[in-house]
């Protein structure tokens, strides 16, 4: 389905409001060097809320989130967090070479102005599928509902928001330097190097999720938008602009770094002051987010050796103003092929065992000022200005491990102008979707020979025996096979012999045990089978 964004409302809350305000008087105080855009932001009522130091469990999920981290490497993250909504969209930042935003003091972008009567429209999924337009509800009340609704679908083919929920668009486990989103990994001394005034940085491992935002923000530029020399646009010596709020919660744990500690990895300095229980490292809450599924078990031939984990689900009970999103200057220039949207963000398959084809889909919105043709593999769509479409994404995990892997992949797509004469800059974009799935081997058997020895009084515990499902797997099938027992008739259900099979009582394993006579004078007992357990996977 592809929705026109050509007439949607615009109509923003009083927080936007309130940021503009704050900027104008910031601005007006003239200040002739401003911090750094990535300064922490001063803490509130209200706001993010400073947890006990990391010690105990909290510090074991601290290093849960490390390892679950490698998971998010190829995620983009175009945003600055900010929990005090006090950024001015629209505002230029200049980005330098190690990744550090500084403001340039230019308004260069502005929301699109309002039209009448938003719409939406369909796409057919062909060859080259146009969408076709069909009116809808006002913006506002559809912005309102979405905002007051308790729960929202997912795209088709990913897990399902339960009741309560919101359906998340971005998801994001790492690193961050101040309030710049940095990715999995950084080295530390470059951010100390780049503008040379800030001896201290605040470090953060983060675990956030933003939901999904109903009515999408799209900018103008302002008059600060000229034509550059070389092509394209350029605002002063910005690099890129600060877009809408975006709406999350966030888990993160916190320490400060100085320029003199500065040595190695980020990761690294968070495994070393974590292990040590260092009381530097602090958690903090911003609105309320459930975190399940970073526990990892030990699995023999999990990647990388040690551990395997599940899926890391991320829920977002309470969301607040969290995180601005950053978009280059390009995107405003008037003949730009703007870098399209994708949400969700990784793109999560769900739990899908080797072998098998998972898929889910994915909305991509045209930031662009042009229609555009979205292609992916032998599938094309058409996507109007402003507008989105959905677009299926699938992969077949391979692997041999006994137990729940986390796998990721790249898969891309292919924008394009829909009009082939239209003069923009760059002819095509090659984009980048992040994969995720939770898979391992479809099932998991055991088979082994169980029998008591031979004798008047034979040991019948011998033929007892509990077995354990993989980590991530659990109990199909409990069956012992070529039973025999010395009855009269050799059955083990017969003159007092009792052979039985079971799971147990969590599902993850199987119970056996086979009793029979015993005597003190003559005659001999035993009892022997072959015990079969077939496990399947059973992620979460």
Same mark, same amino acid.
């Given at each position: 389905?592809?929705?026109?964004?050509?007439?949607?409302?615009?109509?923003?809350?009083?927080?936007?409001? =309130?940021?503009?305000?704050?900027?104008?008087?910031?601005?007006?105080?003239?200040?002739?060097?401003?911090?750094?855009?990535?300064?922490?932001?001063?803490?509130?009522?209200?706001?993010?809320?400073?947890?006990?130091?990391?010690?105990?469990?909290?510090?074991?999920?601290?290093?849960?989130?490390?390892?679950?981290?490698?998971?998010?490497?190829?995620?983009?993250?175009?945003?600055?967090?900010?929990?005090?909504?006090?950024?001015?969209?629209?505002?230029?930042?200049?980005?330098?070479?190690?990744?550090?935003?500084?403001?340039?003091?230019?308004?260069?972008?502005?929301?699109?102005?309002?039209?009448?009567?938003?719409?939406?429209?369909?796409?057919?999924?062909?060859?080259?599928?146009?969408?076709?337009?069909?009116?809808?509800?006002?913006?506002?009340?559809?912005?309102?509902?979405?905002?007051?609704?308790?729960?929202?679908?997912?795209?088709?083919?990913?897990?399902?928001?339960?009741?309560?929920?919101?359906?998340?668009?971005? *998801?994001?486990?790492?690193?961050?330097?101040?309030?710049?989103?940095?990715?999995?990994?950084?080295?530390?001394?470059?951010?100390?190097?780049?503008?040379?005034?800030?001896?201290?940085?605040?470090?953060?491992?983060?675990?956030?999720?933003?939901?999904?935002?109903?009515?999408?923000?799209?900018?103008?530029?302002?008059?600060?938008?000229?034509?550059?020399?070389?092509? %394209?646009?350029?605002?002063?010596?910005?690099?890129?602009?600060?877009?809408?709020?975006?709406?999350?919660?966030?888990?993160?744990?916190? #320490?400060?770094?100085?320029?003199?500690?500065?040595?190695?990895?980020?990761?690294?300095?968070?495994?070393?002051?974590?292990?040590?229980?260092?009381?530097?490292?602090?958690?903090?809450?911003?609105?309320?987010?459930?975190?399940?599924?970073?526990?990892?078990?030990?699995?023999?031939?999990?990647?990388?050796? %040690?551990?395997?984990?599940?899926?890391?689900?991320?829920?977002?009970?309470?969301?607040?103003?969290?995180?601005?999103?950053?978009?280059?200057?390009?995107?405003?220039?008037?003949?730009?092929?703007?870098?399209?949207?994708?949400?969700?963000?990784?793109?999560?398959?769900?739990?899908?065992?080797?072998?098998?084809?998972?898929?889910?889909?994915?909305?991509?919105?045209?930031?662009?000022?042009?229609?555009? =043709?979205?292609?992916?593999?032998?599938?094309?769509?058409?996507?109007?200005?402003?507008?989105?479409?959905?677009?299926?994404?699938?992969?077949?995990?391979?692997?041999?491990?006994?137990?729940?892997?986390?796998?990721?992949?790249?898969?891309?797509?292919?924008?394009?102008?829909?009009?082939?004469?239209?003069?923009?800059?760059?002819?095509?974009?090659?984009?980048?979707?992040?994969?995720?799935?939770?898979?391992?081997?479809?099932?998991?058997?055991?088979?082994?020979?169980?029998?008591?020895?031979?004798? *008047?009084?034979?040991?019948?515990?011998?033929?007892?025996?509990?077995?354990?499902?993989?980590?991530?797997?659990?109990?199909?099938?409990?069956?012992?096979?070529?039973?025999?027992?010395?009855?009269? #008739?050799?059955?083990?259900?017969?003159?007092?012999?009792?052979?039985?099979?079971?799971?147990?009582?969590?599902?993850?394993?199987?119970?056996?045990?086979?009793?029979?006579?015993?005597?003190?004078?003559? %005659?001999?007992?035993?009892?022997?089978?072959?015990?079969?357990?077939?496990?399947?996977?059973?992620?979460?």
């Amino acid at each position: 389905m592809a929705v026109s964004g050509a007439e949607r409302a615009r109509r923003r809350g009083a927080a936007p409001a =309130r940021a503009l305000l704050l900027g104008a008087l910031a601005s007006a105080l003239g200040c002739p060097g401003p911090p750094e855009v990535p300064a922490a932001p001063p803490r509130r009522s209200g706001g993010a809320a400073v947890l006990p130091a990391c010690k105990g469990s909290g510090c074991s999920q601290a290093g849960a989130l490390l390892a679950a981290a490698r998971a998010f490497s190829d995620v983009r993250h175009d945003y600055l967090l900010d929990t005090s909504s006090a950024m001015v969209p629209g505002r230029g930042l200049s980005r330098s070479a190690a990744g550090v935003f500084s403001p340039v003091g230019l308004a260069c972008a502005q929301p699109k102005a309002e039209q009448a009567a938003p719409a939406s429209a369909g796409a057919t999924a062909g060859a080259s599928g146009p969408a076709t337009a069909g009116a809808s509800g006002p913006g506002t009340a559809a912005a309102t509902t979405a905002a007051a609704a308790p729960a929202i679908a997912a795209a088709p083919g990913a897990p399902a928001p339960a009741p309560g929920e919101r359906a998340i668009d971005f *998801r994001y486990v790492g690193i961050a330097v101040d309030s710049v989103l940095v990715g999995a990994d950084v080295d530390l001394p470059a951010y100390f190097s780049a503008g040379g005034t800030l001896d201290r940085r605040r470090l953060r491992l983060v675990a956030m999720a933003l939901v999904a935002d109903e009515d999408p923000q799209f900018f103008d530029p302002t008059a600060s938008v000229v034509p550059a020399p070389g092509g %394209g646009c350029a605002c002063g010596r910005a690099t890129h602009f600060i877009g809408a709020v975006k709406r999350g919660a966030m888990v993160a744990y916190e #320490t400060d770094v100085t320029a003199g500690e500065a040595h190695g990895t980020a990761i690294g300095l968070f495994k070393a002051r974590i292990e040590a229980g260092d009381r530097r490292v602090t958690m903090t809450s911003v609105g309320e987010l459930a975190i399940e599924g970073v526990e990892g078990a030990p699995v023999a031939g999990a990647k990388g050796g %040690g551990q395997a984990f599940g899926a890391l689900r991320l829920e977002v009970k309470k969301a607040v103003p969290l995180a601005y999103a950053i978009y280059p200057i390009a995107d405003v220039c008037r003949f730009s092929l703007a870098e399209p949207e994708i949400a969700p963000l990784p793109l999560d398959l769900g739990v899908v065992p080797y072998g098998a084809t998972g898929t889910a889909q994915a909305l991509i919105t045209n930031r662009a000022q042009v229609d555009i =043709r979205v292609t992916h593999g032998e599938r094309a769509v058409e996507v109007p200005a402003h507008g989105s479409a959905e677009l299926t994404f699938s992969w077949t995990p391979e692997g041999e491990t006994a137990g729940c892997e986390r796998q990721t992949r790249r898969d891309t797509f292919v924008v394009q102008p829909k009009d082939p004469a239209s003069p923009v800059v760059p002819r095509q974009r090659a984009v980048v979707v992040p994969l995720q799935v939770t898979t391992g081997m479809p099932t998991f058997s055991k088979h082994e020979p169980i029998a008591t020895e031979t004798g *008047r009084s034979p040991d019948y515990g011998r033929a007892s025996v509990d077995w354990t499902c993989p980590a991530g797997y659990v109990a199909e099938q409990c069956e012992p096979q070529l039973a025999s027992c010395l009855s009269s #008739t050799g059955s083990c259900n017969a003159e007092g012999y009792r052979l039985t099979a079971e799971a147990t009582a969590d599902g993850r394993g199987c119970a056996f045990r086979c009793t029979g006579p015993s005597s003190s004078i003559w %005659g001999d007992h035993g009892c022997s089978y072959t015990a079969t357990m077939v496990c399947r996977l059973g992620c979460k």
